[in-house]
């Protein structure tokens, strides 16, 4: 994979530090097992393949999207479906996000466990399995939401509640651009913002509206154009659904592409940023507003540690890392952070450096570092994901809402 200038100025010098410590896994699991935390435990000292989240980087990324959020008087609900961890869920809302976003409901069931208050849930809840769910979820979170996207499913949401004798917080889901879920902008919208205000059991917010395909569209003055064109039916269809008596109050949408577009079309009342947090080669192939070659709006916070297990040829390395390390839906792969070293996947559990034109040395046994290429998929690889300040390990964090049942 072709390796980025802006990639190649975050890549080390050399490759990660060995450990002076010389923790084991064993010794890493009795600490956390004691609840003593993780001191003294060094990067390197971290069994490979591991997640590894850059504190620094993250922390960046939190601070840039609230404030941005609140110097345009908006909402902020990140979508939790990136990382899939209450700790980084708890995070966002102690910088000010009004809740989070989730994509299922078994998401949202690991949030409300640990707390986290203010859940939309994104994807159609359909069947009596998932909307029991919904129903027992929102018992205990009266503040949950759910989308609809169709009259049916509104019906059988309004049985469900009043047979459980629960109020429903209903958003109408409307599709941008044909993608996904979601009822197409217009009347047919309106009229089911209508229908679910007048069913019984059910309590109308408002609209989710998300242009997944202006998201990853390459150069911001295209991105711009793109969202704007899509975006902005879905926005009218909720200023008519409110012409129409209906009590619509939130729209909610936006993504880690669009947060700087989107938040400058009128009517918009929250974003569902979400990939922000930690960021992936996807993103940062698509250009910011000043760099049309590379997104740097956020950092590139997650990665993951694997270790040259074979290096018997001068143009090749091959890690510990290979297809069960990395998500594999993108056509490109994960970016090493070493300058002039590029990666492509050798097998399920192994991956390979490219060395011709690496400018650092890379021995037998090293320890480095990969941008992951897809975040969402890449961290529900993990059950955890190892907090590091600099080299230094400082806390684990449980990828709790792994999984999809």
């Not at 009517?267 to 590379?294: H, P, W």
């Not at 916070?301 to 694997?306: D, F, P, R, S």
Request: hydrophobic share 35%.
């Amino acid at each position: 994979m072709k390796q980025t200038v802006a990639t190649a100025a975050l890549a080390s010098a050399m490759p990660a530090a060995r450990s002076t410590n010389g923790y084991d896994l064993e010794e890493i699991e009795r600490k956390l097992a004691k609840g003593s935390g993780i001191s003294g435990v060094h990067k390197a000292d971290l069994p490979t393949p591991s997640l590894i989240l850059n504190l620094d980087h993250f922390e960046h990324n939190l601070q840039h999207a609230a404030d941005h959020a609140k110097k345009h008087g908006l909402g902020l609900r990140p979508h939790a479906k990136t990382h899939k961890t209450p700790e980084i869920c708890k995070r966002q809302i102690g910088l000010g996000a009004l809740g989070v976003s989730c994509a299922t409901i078994r998401e949202a069931e690991v949030m409300s466990s640990h707390g986290i208050q203010g859940l939309l849930i994104t994807g159609e809840l359909v069947g009596p399995n998932k909307i029991a769910r919904l129903i027992r979820l929102t018992r205990k979170a009266p503040d949950t939401m759910a989308v609809v996207d169709n009259p049916l499913h509104a019906e059988m949401l309004s049985e469900a509640a009043q047979a459980a004798k629960v109020k429903l917080n209903i958003m109408v889901d409307i599709d941008p651009t044909g993608r996904r879920t979601g009822i197409a902008p217009g009347s047919g919208a309106v009229e089911l913002g209508k229908k679910v205000d007048s069913l019984p059991g059910l309590e109308l917010w408002g609209v989710h509206g998300y242009s997944g395909a202006s998201s990853h569209v390459k150069g911001f003055k295209e991105r711009k154009q793109h969202s704007e064109k899509f975006m902005t039916p879905v926005i009218d269809s909720f200023k008519a659904m409110q012409k129409a008596g209906a009590p619509a109050r939130i729209m909610s949408g936006a993504s880690t592409g669009t947060y700087n577009i989107d938040s400058g079309l009128d009517g918009m009342t929250e974003l569902q940023v979400g990939s922000y947090a930690v960021m992936d080669v996807d993103y940062r192939r698509i250009g910011g507003k000043g760099n049309d070659e590379v997104y740097t709006d956020f950092k590139p916070a997650l990665t993951v540690l694997a270790t040259v297990m074979s290096k018997n040829y001068d143009d090749i390395a091959t890690i510990d890392s290979g297809i069960k390390s990395f998500a594999t839906d993108r056509a490109f792969g994960p970016e090493p952070l070493l300058e002039g070293v590029t990666y492509s996947i050798n097998g399920d559990e192994h991956g390979r450096l490219h060395l011709e034109n690496a400018k650092v040395k890379v021995e037998f046994g090293d320890k480095v570092e990969l941008i992951v290429p897809h975040c969402d998929p890449n961290v529900n690889l993990y059950d955890r994901m190892y907090v590091c300040r600099g080299d230094q390990v400082v806390e684990v964090w449980k990828v709790e809402a792994r999984g999809n049942v």
